[in-house]
T-cell receptor, first 114, second 115 residues
Framework: AQSVTQLGSHVSVSEGALVLLRCNYSSSVPPYLFWYVQYPNQGLQLLLKYTSAATLVKGINGFEAEFKKSETSFHLTKPSAHMSDAAEYFCAVGGSGGYNKLIFGAGTRLAVHP | EADIYQTPRYLVIGTGKKITLECSQTMGHDKMYWYQQDPGMELHLIHYSYGVNSTEKGDLSSESTVSRIRTEHFPLTLESARPSHTSQYLC??????????????FGEGSWLTVV
């Protein structure tokens, strides 16, 4: 069975500050891990994904995430927040194989203030 | 990236009406999905399909039905809408890559309000 826990339903940072969104997963098989971003009234856009090729994954818009197997974590970071980063962020886990489904976390709403 | 189109984007209908939410993708992906998302809440998988003539129920029970007659098309139907069906419905598709796994790409969503 797989599950995802996102710590903190709301995160608020100042513009220019570090963004850290936490995600912990549970998986009985080697996981594929994803971060998606959702802007208001829109669908989900893929930010980045981990597929075992490298533990540090770089995504779009300056975001990156590090896979830590010992901590079962896949936290999302960005060195300097921008106002346009305000959105809802979802972490998701999927198993290996061709027919896996993604299990999503509850989401973290990021607010960026001047 | 996959191109996935959902129509309508926004719909307000009366109780008891039949509605179909359309979803089409142009990348030839075998797998397609419908997720339901209430405002500010997490996503729940309600239907998925491995290919033509294949449909399965997802993790969240739903009164909606789906069909997959063509690879590119995966419509969702509610025979008799109720206010409890008010939600956002997100369509998605994916193609499995042996080395990179199963990445899911989403459409922009259909907001359904039943009054």
């Amino acid at each position: 069975a797989q599950s995802v826990t996102q710590l903190g339903s709301h995160v608020s940072v100042s513009e220019g500050a570090l963004v850290l969104l936490r995600c912990n997963y549970s998986s009985s098989v080697p996981p594929y891990l994803f971060w998606y971003v959702q802007y208001p009234n829109q669908g989900l856009q893929l930010l980045l994904k981990y597929t075992s090729a490298a533990t540090l994954v770089k995504g779009i818009n300056g975001f990156e995430a590090e896979f830590k197997k010992s901590e079962t974590s896949f936290h999302l970071t960005k060195p300097s927040a921008h106002m346009s980063d305000a959105a809802e962020y979802f972490c998701a886990v999927g198993g290996s194989g061709g027919y896996n489904k993604l299990i999503f976390g509850a989401g973290t709403r990021l607010a960026v203030h001047p | 990236e996959a191109d996935i189109y959902q129509t309508p984007r926004y719909l307000v209908i009366g109780t008891g009406k039949k509605i179909t939410l359309e979803c089409s993708q142009t990348m030839g992906h075998d797998k397609m999905y419908w997720y339901q998302q209430d405002p500010g809440m997490e996503l729940h998988l309600i239907h998925y399909s491995y290919g033509v003539n294949s449909t399965e129920k997802g993790d969240l029970s739903s009164e909606s039905t789906v069909s997959r007659i063509r690879t590119e098309h995966f419509p969702l139907t509610l025979e008799s809408a109720r206010p409890s069906h008010t939600s956002q419905y997100l369509c998605a598709s994916s193609e499995y890559d042996r080395g990179r796994g199963n990445t899911i790409y989403f459409g922009e969503g259909s907001w359904l309000t039943v009054v």
